[in-house]
């Protein structure tokens, strides 16, 4: 299995640009979740989505940030307009609701964000 | 409110040493705790804790659940310079599919 895929790696943009990250789950996974990772706040949960239903969206930070899944292989993460303080690196994970370690998500090599 | 607090923060020591580290949680309706192992990009999985008392093991890498002190250690034996990494503990509880994460202890390795 490729295991989680997220694009970009890397974006560098500048301050009121649009942004938009991308994320391929596990094949077969139903639940996605969206994390942001700072030195200040570790790691923090945005938003997840269950059957490409979204279920908690209580971490994303404000109404600049969107998030969507339109089907079970792909959601994208959203940002407009981008402002320096997002600046982090965001992890898409997935996971399964069948098996003996159901509560393990697993990780996208994640997008370092960068804005200007 | 879900709380995960790891310790140490920072751990620096020489290769082939062993270490523990900390990780203590509040959380209703636990559920199980996990270990992940950061390197310089994403977590990677080490360990899933959901019942006391019983030591899970990879290796050189262990690690035990304690229920009653909502507490789990991470043991690494005969420590090696590719251990080095930042080890999360995160905790999922009964009726919500989050993870809540630790901060993290950041854990070095001299040769």
């Known amino acids: 299995d490729a295991g989680v895929i997220q694009s970009p790696r890397h974006e560098v943009t500048e301050m009121g640009q649009e942004v938009t990250l991308r994320c391929k789950p596990i094949s077969g996974h139903d639940y996605l979740f969206w994390y942001r990772q700072t030195m200040m706040r570790g790691l923090e949960l945005l938003i997840y989505?269950?059957?490409?239903?979204?279920?908690?969206d209580s971490g994303m930070p404000e109404d600049r940030f969107s998030a969507k899944m339109p089907n079970a292989s792909f959601s994208t993460l959203k940002i407009q307009p981008s402002e320096p303080r997002d600046s982090a690196v965001y992890f898409c994970?997935?996971?399964?609701?069948?098996?003996?370690?159901?509560?393990?998500?697993?990780f996208g090599p994640g997008t370092r964000l960068t804005v200007l | 409110e879900d709380k995960v607090v790891q310790s140490p923060l920072s751990l620096v020591v020489h290769e082939g040493d062993t270490v523990t580290l900390n990780c203590s949680y509040e959380v209703t309706n636990f559920r199980s705790l996990l270990w992940y192992k950061q390197e310089k990009k994403a977590p990677t999985f080490l360990f899933m804790l959901?019942?006391?008392?019983i030591e899970k093991k990879s290796g050189r890498l262990s690690s035990i659940l304690d229920k009653k002190e909502l507490s789990s250690i991470l043991n690494i034996t005969a420590t090696q310079t590719g251990d080095s990494a930042i080890y999360l503990c995160a905790v999922n509880h009964f009726g919500n599919e989050k993870l809540t994460f630790g901060t993290g202890t950041r854990l070095t390795i001299i040769p």
């Open positions: 959901t019942s006391s008392g």
């Open positions: 989505f269950n059957n490409n239903v979204p279920i908690d």
């Open positions: 994970a997935s996971r399964t609701e069948r098996g003996r370690l159901t509560d393990t998500q697993y």
